[in-house]
């Protein structure tokens, strides 16, 4: 590999980090005017029109039945379990919180794979799984005196991280059938089936109360955090190695952690700096040791919000 490919593949990591850091500041601020099932519907659909069209240019629209009764299952896992439990999360946590919690994903479906017996245990990997549920129980536990925060917004935000982790272990043998062009616009697509006419309840008296800013909001959710920081990833992917890809998506809780603090002007407080570090180291020790390649890699791409 090149340096400047490689420099062109470390920025497309940073670029998709970044994104899904500030995405969850982004949800906070959008449900304040649009309803959270339209603001969903929206943000799929202009994610799935642009993958629609990549996929549909590079002639890769057309499955097997068979592949895509498989995917519209796992999309009722991700976009639409995982996604309604981090839009309504959001609404009722800080952003900041999300994103700590949103961080041990890698660590769910390992105790998973465990679980199925696809993943030896190795003490590095225990520890960091203690040392970052401890990050949680402190954020959890201590952190709901902290303004916005609250417990049923990060237990809801839980169930997000058990739709994801559910997801990515069941995805393994989908991905060795289509590529993630595939999966992500079909997981998209059929996650319209549902969240149409749940946007439907809304109505569309809310559509009066648009703001630019809101606009702006939703067209970033939709075009960048669904579809661009996927495509960022997946070229990220395709020249760094999975374990290098999930080291640096730690540092989405931290961009959220500093955007929350300079945009928003939320207080930094020890219990979050606390909760987040030990989160962030925890997160890193369960990747020292190499795992399999495909659970780690969709573990990266469900990350994104």
């Not at 009764?69 to 379990?81: E, K, T």
């Not at 303004?147 to 060795?176: N, P």
């Amino acid at each position: 590999m090149t340096r400047a490919t490689s420099l062109r593949a470390y920025a497309a990591l940073l670029a998709a980090m970044l994104i899904w850091g500030l995405s969850f500041l982004a949800i906070k601020d959008a449900i304040e005017v649009v309803p959270i099932f339209s603001l969903l519907f929206m943000r799929f659909l202009l994610a799935t029109v642009l993958l629609g069209v990549m996929a549909w240019s590079r002639r890769a629209v057309h499955l097997p039945k068979r592949d895509l009764l498989r995917l519209a299952g796992l999309s009722m896992l991700s976009p639409v379990g995982y996604f309604l439990f981090e839009t309504y999360g959001v609404a009722n946590t800080q952003p900041s919180h999300v994103a700590v919690i949103i961080a041990t994903i890698p660590i769910a479906v390992y105790l998973i794979s465990f679980a199925r017996r696809q993943e030896r245990p190795t003490w590095t990997k225990t520890a960091g799984i203690l040392v970052a549920y401890a990050g949680i129980v402190l954020m959890i536990g201590f952190g709901q005196r902290e303004t916005g925060a609250s417990l049923f917004g990060d237990l809801l935000i839980v169930g997000a991280v058990a739709c994801a982790a559910a997801r990515t272990t069941l995805i393994k043998d989908a991905l060795t059938r289509v590529t993630p062009l595939q999966l992500t616009f079909y997981q998209f697509l059929f996650s319209l089936v549902v969240f149409a006419p749940l946007a439907a309840i809304d109505g569309v008296s809310w559509i009066g109360r648009l703001t630019t800013l809101s606009i702006l909001e939703v067209l970033f959710l939709g075009v960048f955090c669904s579809a661009g920081a996927f495509l960022a990833m997946h070229y990220a992917l395709s020249h760094l190695s999975a374990t290098q890809v999930a080291v640096s998506a730690n540092l989405i809780p931290a961009i959220t952690l500093f955007a929350e603090l300079m945009l928003l002007g939320t207080p930094l407080t020890l219990v979050k700096l606390g909760g987040t570090g030990l989160v962030i180291v925890g997160v890193v020790l369960t990747q020292l040791v190499s795992g399999p390649r495909s659970p780690r890699r969709s573990a990266i791409q469900e990350r994104g919000a």
